[in-house]
């Protein structure tokens, strides 16, 4: 059956569209196969064309190539229509009909997708991790891209947290793009999937992504947009999740931000501004409020950790204390200190090191 | 019966005495030069007669046969020359020389018999008195050069003629030109006074000379890595006279003695390009040359944006680094050089060098893969690794007070000289970086407290066991530094502010 679907999909000339169309129409990509031209030529829609084409390609060869690969490479096919698949993939009528993919898709896999640039700043990285911590703390799937920089960083921080995330890749899943992610890859499939539209063996052409960003915009309830300069491949997904009729988020930045020109035309443009994690499960959890609750609790914690400055190693505590204060003032390097504080250097050097142990620093 | 002369070769840094036989034999005139010469010395027949005919002596016209012995080690080189024109005169009743066996020969022949410098002289000279050869005979352009060597009556000639003059008439005319003074001072044109701000770097710079620890710099482009490894040679102490004989040794042996006749006094500082092939690090080619970390024996190898280097000329660092020597075997020789050398290392922080300013846009992923370029195995053998702060900052501290070498040098000697007499006895270590296992347990006891922070320090970055060692070992250090019997909680301290990367690897947002 399987066999059949991707030969389906292999067909050239036939776009995703075509496809999905004409399996409505007889059923099954089994009945495509064996069906005559003069039942073909009655397709709506399908003009003489695309008849001979899919006529033309009535062989297996490169099928069972596919297959194998798939086998070797331990990936495993599902159709457009599986059921793993969510309503809004099914729906879309442009997207593609068979999906790859390594690792296990579980059933509830509604996600918030977290998008952003490759390159992004520490704040982008900060507000990623977050969000993506916060999802996988409320057992909700963290989708990305599995790009470097944000998409990157989303799967990382959910992972690290025992989370589930999904990364849709624009390449063959036997290939690990980009290359320095090959340990992530492993760890997203075994707590969650890698979904790629293309089989293996598909280099990862700059053209590839933008059905691989569509999948993620339909898959994903929410997007979440984190940093996007002014032309960013983001936009892609962000346009799709617009045709999907999807919510986004884009985080805000300083307009000066180079790298948040995008996202900061979003918000003008209408996106919803992204302030606190909680905004992205409002309305798919009902304890929102109680969860806002445990974060106010965190943060609490958090503060008292940082005011607290009895310890046990505490003999040079107001020396740590003037520090402390001197690093809120700016100074940032060590040598700045030595030069603003009265102390010798090595007793700056030592308190320095137990603030550093105490996490203050 | 063959006459027989004395002459040298080198293998690895070390020379041993070559006997030169001359023969002559009834059959058709021809010149063979036997006992696996190279070309050089097979070249040396067409020499020996164009040198000998100039002189006004007869070439023999008969089957002359020289022999290299022993003959079952391969020999290169142009010194042997000299030695064969002498035994060629010799053997055929031209000169007459007494007591011929106290004599050692080197030189190379001109066409018009002129006495060419060469290589490796001082190796050889040292060779010559160990055998009990009395006197030595050099060109003139070596002369300076084998003096260093004490107890042996240096020779040095100009020419042929000369030389036989002083066999049959006992003239002797060459002018000993004053010998550079070979008491061990050192003037480095260098000095870390020259370093805007970094002191906490320097401090660091100073532990990791008195120590003998290697140390790696992180630092954005232009930052000052360099200026400050070129520094380095400058705190270190200053070296004993056989120490400056083995540098010399090898510097003659490799052809790059720029001074003929002094010793090297400056500590060796190399600096090798990062496309630097296996062999050229570690010695090796044609005829086994010592290799950069030969070359900085007894001194620092730096190396310079240690990621770009082929991993596998890095790796093969390690067993010599471990060692302090480097045996190169080939099929038909195994030569053995010293490489005990205090090793820096530079690295950006990241691919696109600034880590941590608001300019760099690398991921953690490809910061950590670029780190990773770095094998382990090295990495463990890197006891400091230490930020060298950007230039913005050096240029708002102007004022700050400057140290200079001079200081920080006697600093580093003082505790170099408590080490001397911690570790006397103690075969192949010299200093707190070489410690073993037992010895770390003999000599770093640590206080209650210490350990408390130590414990700290771990729970908190997840340091390996093997860190544990190195922290022990620098902590060591910073305790000689004051002179202090015990590690103290600030020495602990010191000791785990030197990981600036393994915190900022852990500190990292990756799976």
Redesign the interface.
């Known amino acids: 059956m399987i066999k059949h679907w991707v030969w389906l999909s292999q067909i050239k000339g036939i776009g995703y569209i075509t496809q999905r169309m004409l399996v409505k129409h007889f059923g099954d990509p089994q009945s495509v196969f064996n069906a005559t031209r003069s039942d073909l030529s009655k397709v709506y829609g399908l003009n003489l064309r695309a008849v001979k084409r899919v006529l033309e390609s009535r062989s297996f060869e490169n099928t069972e190539n596919i297959l194998r690969k798939s086998e070797r490479f331990k990936i495993k096919i599902i159709p457009y229509n599986h059921e793993l698949v969510p309503k809004s993939v099914k729906e879309q009528p442009d997207l593609p009909c068979v999906l790859y993919y390594i690792g296990s898709i579980r059933k509830e896999n509604e996600g918030i997708a977290i998008i952003g640039s490759?390159?992004?700043?520490s704040y982008g990285?900060a507000v990623t991790?977050e969000a993506a911590e916060f999802l996988a703390g409320h057992n909700i799937a963290v989708i990305s891209g599995m790009a470097?920089?944000i998409d990157?960083?989303a799967?990382?921080?959910c992972?690290?947290v025992g989370g589930y995330t999904l990364a849709f890749l624009g390449n063959g899943l036997d290939i690990c793009y980009?290359?320095?992610?090959r340990?992530?890859m492993e760890?997203i499939i075994e707590s969650g999937a890698v979904i790629s539209p293309y089989p293996p063996e598909t280099k990862a052409f700059p053209g590839n992504f933008h059905i691989r960003n569509g999948l993620i915009s339909a898959w994903a309830k929410k997007l979440l947009v984190v940093e996007a300069a002014e032309k960013s491949g983001t936009f892609i997904t962000v346009e799709y999740a617009k045709k999907y009729k999807k919510q986004i988020f884009a985080v805000p930045n300083s307009i000066y931000c180079k790298?948040s020109i995008g996202t900061n035309q979003l918000i003008y443009e209408g996106a919803q501004i992204y302030i606190s994690p909680n905004q992205l499960i409002d309305d798919m959890k009902e304890s929102s409020f109680e969860s806002q609750n445990i974060i106010q609790k965190k943060a609490d914690k958090q503060r008292f950790k940082t005011i607290k400055t009895d310890n046990?190693?505490a003999i040079n505590a107001s020396l740590e204390v003037k520090i402390l204060k001197c690093i809120e003032g700016g100074a940032?390097?060590?040598?700045?200190l030595?030069?603003s504080l009265p102390a010798g250097?090595?007793?700056i050097?030592?308190a320095?090191?137990?603030l550093?142990?105490?996490?203050k620093i | 019966m063959a006459a027989v002369v004395k002459s040298f070769a080198i293998t690895g840094v070390d020379g041993y005495v070559v006997e030169i036989e001359a023969d002559t034999l009834y059959g058709q005139p021809s010149t063979s030069i036997v006992g696996l010469g190279d070309m050089a010395v097979k070249e040396a027949s067409e020499r020996l007669q164009a040198a000998i005919n100039h002189e006004k002596y007869e070439f023999p016209k008969m089957k002359v046969v020289f022999n290299l012995a022993p003959g079952n080690v391969k020999k290169s080189g142009s010194h042997f020359d000299l030695g064969m024109a002498i035994g060629l005169l010799v053997q055929s009743g031209q000169l007459k020389v007494d007591q011929i066996d106290q004599f050692g020969f080197i030189g190379e022949l001109s066409l018009n018999a002129g006495l060419r410098s060469c290589t490796g002289v001082l190796s050889m000279a040292i060779a010559a008195r160990a055998a009990g050869i009395k006197n030595l005979i050099v060109p003139k352009g070596n002369m300076p050069e084998a003096t260093l060597v004490k107890e042996l009556n240096v020779l040095g000639f100009e020419n042929l003629k000369q030389v036989t003059d002083f066999f049959n008439n006992g003239i002797y005319s060459c002018e000993i030109n004053a010998v550079a003074d070979t008491g061990i001072s050192s003037n480095y044109k260098i000095d870390f006074c020259e370093v805007q701000?970094?002191?906490?770097l320097l401090?660091y710079i100073t532990i990791a000379a008195a120590g003998g620890h290697n140390i790696l710099m992180l630092g954005s482009p232009g930052c000052g890595k360099s200026m400050i490894a070129k520094r380095i040679p400058t705190v270190l102490p200053p070296m004993t006279e056989s120490e400056a004989l083995e540098v010399t040794k090898i510097y003659s042996v490799a052809g790059l003695l720029k001074k003929r006749g002094s010793l090297i006094l400056q500590r060796p500082f190399r600096a090798p390009h990062h496309n630097a092939s296996t062999n050229s690090l570690v010695g090796g080619g044609n005829n086994a040359k010592p290799g950069e970390i030969s070359l900085a024996h007894n001194g620092v190898l730096f190396l310079d944006e240690i990621a770009e280097f082929n991993k596998k000329a890095l790796d093969a660092l390690r067993q010599p680094m471990e060692d302090g020597k480097v045996t190169i075997s080939r099929v038909n020789y195994t030569n053995t050089y010293p490489c005990n050398f205090m090793l820096v290392a530079a690295l950006n922080p990241c691919p696109c060098g600034y880590y941590g300013q608001?300019k760099c846009?690398c991921?953690?992923?490809?910061v950590?893969?670029y780190r990773q370029k770095i094998s382990g195995p090295i990495l463990d053998r890197i006891d400091i690794q230490r930020y060298v702060?950007p230039i913005e900052?050096m240029e708002l501290?102007k004022g700050?007070q400057k140290v200079n070498s001079d200081e920080l040098r006697e600093c580093v000697t003082r505790a170099r000289k408590i080490q001397d007499r911690r570790y006397q006895g103690i075969e192949n270590v010299n200093c707190n970086a070489q410690m073993t296992g037992a010895l770390i347990k003999e000599y770093c006891q640590l206080e209650n407290?210490g350990i408390?922070?130590l414990k700290?320090?771990f729970d908190?970055f997840e340091f390996s066991a093997r860190a544990y060692h190195k922290f022990l070992k620098v902590a060591r250090t910073f305790a000689d530094m004051e002179e202090s019997e015990k590690i103290r909680?600030?020495d602990i301290?010191?000791a785990?502010?030197a990981r600036d990367l393994d915190?900022e690897n852990k500190g990292m947002?990756?799976?």
């Open positions: 490759r390159r992004c700043t990285k991790k470097k920089g990157g960083y799967h990382t921080a992972i690290k980009p290359e320095e992610h340990s992530l760890r790298g046990r190693f940032e390097y060590v040598d700045m030595m030069d250097r090595n007793e050097m030592e320095l090191c137990i550093d142990l105490e996490e | 701000g970094q002191a906490s401090e608001s846009h991921t953690d992923y490809e950590l893969k702060q900052f501290t700050s407290d408390g922070l700290m320090a908190r909680r600030k301290a010191g785990i502010m915190k947002l990756v799976v």
